[in-house]
Nanobody, 119 residues
Framework: QVQLVESGGGLVQPGGSLRLSCAAS????????MGWYRQAPGKQRELVAA???????NYADSVKGRFTISRDNANTPVYLKMNSLKPEDTAVYYC?????????????WGQGTQVTVSS
């Protein structure tokens, strides 16, 4: 089992910045990748950014150049630095951890943190 605890959401004006953090506990040695997903009202949950244990990153096209995901090592939180925020970034952001191998992954989720971009 992996437990995920998120923090850092809130209300920010357009053009502003926020940093989300997600701390993992439990079987952290089994984590293959960690990432952030978001879900806006009436929409499906979507991948925002992810980083593998080997350091490879992946971003949604809509956030490339504005968001940065980082994680120093297996014992540190995963961060999502969000710059130049737009109203369309408003959503509940969920931390995700995947354990196992690429051919057989299991998902774990945090409780979600609200990000609201509004003037």
């Amino acid at each position: 089992q992996v437990q995920l605890v998120e923090s850092g959401g809130g209300l920010v004006q357009p053009g502003g910045s926020l940093r989300l953090s997600c701390a993992a506990s439990g079987r952290i040695f089994a984590i293959y990748a960690m990432g952030w997903y978001r879900q806006a009202p009436g929409k499906q949950r979507e991948l925002v950014a992810a980083v593998t244990s080997g350091g490879r990153t992946n971003y949604a096209d809509s956030v490339k150049g504005r968001f940065t995901i980082s994680r120093d090592n297996a014992n540190t939180p995963v961060y999502l630095k969000m710059n130049s925020l737009k109203p369309e970034d408003t959503a509940v952001y969920y931390c995700n951890a995947k354990t196992g191998t690429p051919a057989n992954l299991r998902d774990y989720w945090g409780q979600g943190t609200q990000v609201t971009v509004s003037s």
